[in-house]
């Protein structure tokens, strides 16, 4: 005969002793998991089962968010300004800022805005450093000319970003970074980069007695 068992369980993942104190995470070098692992013991042979659980730490808006202001120079030849409108952004936000041309004396082709994600693993001098594009905006083509202004408006909802993440359990980090680059017309690049914080708004529509809520189900 077949016997047919069915075990459904409503786990809520905001259990008091429980502590989730980092976001999952999954990188090129390192992963950060949480799962729940249920176990029947029988005669024969035990069942286990597992089932990974998504952690997101969310956050609410940053006291302090100040703009961002750098200068890109090269001397008796180029001087940029650029403004970024904030420092810190959420997961779904609108980085807006606008690029100043003071002094322009080369060439310059085009103009690009970038994302750039760096992973971080290990401590000292077993630190390494791996440098992913997460996206590249063309946000000039042709050359300048002085006292232009060149506005920038790039949605982040667009690319798949995790919130910074600084020294989790001190095994890796995650970081992020704007990165200017000009190119000129003999193919010459000139970049800056600024680091930007990112965090995860905490979304309208969710309830608070539904977070956390997993359901499993197993069958034998």
Same mark, same amino acid.
């Given at each position: 005969s077949i016997i047919d068992c069915r075990l459904k369980a409503v786990v809520s993942t905001q259990s008091t002793g429980v502590v989730k104190q980092y976001e999952s995470y999954a990188g090129r070098n390192c992963r950060l998991r949480y799962f729940l692992r249920v176990a029947v013991s029988r005669r024969l042979v035990d069942i286990v089962h597992e089932r990974e659980l998504m952690v997101h730490q969310l956050s609410s808006?940053?006291?302090?968010?100040s703009s961002l202001k750098m200068e890109v120079g090269i001397e008796d030849c180029l001087h940029i300004e650029f403004e970024y409108n904030r420092s810190k952004y959420h997961l779904n936000d609108v980085i807006v800022g606008k690029i100043?041309?003071? @002094?322009?004396?080369i060439k310059i082709k085009h103009m690009? @805005?970038?994302i750039i994600k760096r992973e971080t693993t290990g401590s000292g001098p077993n630190t390494y450093n791996e440098n992913e594009q997460i996206s590249r905006y063309e946000i000039m083509d042709g050359a300048p000319v002085r006292g232009e202004s060149i506005p920038i408006r790039l949605f @982040?909802?667009?690319?798949?970003?995790?919130?910074?993440?600084k020294d989790v359990n001190k095994k890796f980090s995650v970081r992020y970074y704007l990165n200017l680059v000009l190119v000129d017309e003999?193919?010459?690049?000139?970049?800056?980069q600024q680091e930007i914080t990112l965090w995860r708004k905490s979304p309208t529509s969710l309830k608070p007695e539904n977070r956390g809520v997993v359901a499993l189900e197993n069958h034998t």
């Open positions: 808006y940053p006291e302090t968010n100043y041309f003071i @002094l322009v004396r690009e @805005l970038s @982040l909802s667009a690319y798949d970003l995790t919130p910074t993440m003999e193919d010459r690049r000139y970049f800056k």
